[in-house]
């Protein structure tokens, strides 16, 4: 059970991390929820993020899913650093979509967590399953 303290905590960190990540901002990533262990992001696939096939290139969800993983892991209050990742595409994107990331811990251990990020466009149809693990530093936010 997080207090707010814990809350106004995790807000800070993933406000700090975002105002340094050219990447997510450059992605339009916004934040709609961030709690202890975990967070919610919006997004909206643009035209020059389609590859040859007029869908979305594959890194774009895979990098708004890392970002989710980057800033839920992180907003426990200690640097996390992701050590493997995988995704599942599970439908198409095309420009114009709104995509939903939402990052949920599934085990906090001292040195290794594990979370898993479901991706789902505007329609609330998943488009992709991510999983990853982070290592927990001994560095505190």
């Known amino acids: 059970m997080s207090t707010i303290a814990d809350e106004d905590k995790a807000q800070w960190i993933v406000d700090n991390m975002y ?6 901002q450059w992605l339009g990533i916004e934040r709609i929820e961030v709690q202890p262990g975990s967070c919610v992001l919006r997004m909206t696939v643009r035209e020059e993020m389609l590859n ?14 890392d970002s989710a993983l980057a800033f839920a892991s992180n907003s426990r209050g ?7 990742t ?3 595409h599970t439908a198409p994107l095309h420009a114009g979509d709104v995509i939903t990331a939402t990052a949920t811990e599934e085990h906090l251990g001292h040195k290794i967590a594990i979370y898993r990020v479901e991706v789902v466009n505007q329609h609330n149809h998943r488009i992709a399953i991510f999983k990853g693990t982070v290592y927990r530093t001994s560095k505190p936010w």
């Open 78 to 84: 200690m640097q996390a650093v992701s050590v493997e």
């Open 52 to 65: 040859g096939f007029r869908i979305s290139h594959g890194g774009i969800a895979y990098s708004f899913a």
């Open 19 to 24: 105002q340094n990540d050219a990447f997510s």
């Open 86 to 88: 995988s995704i599942s």
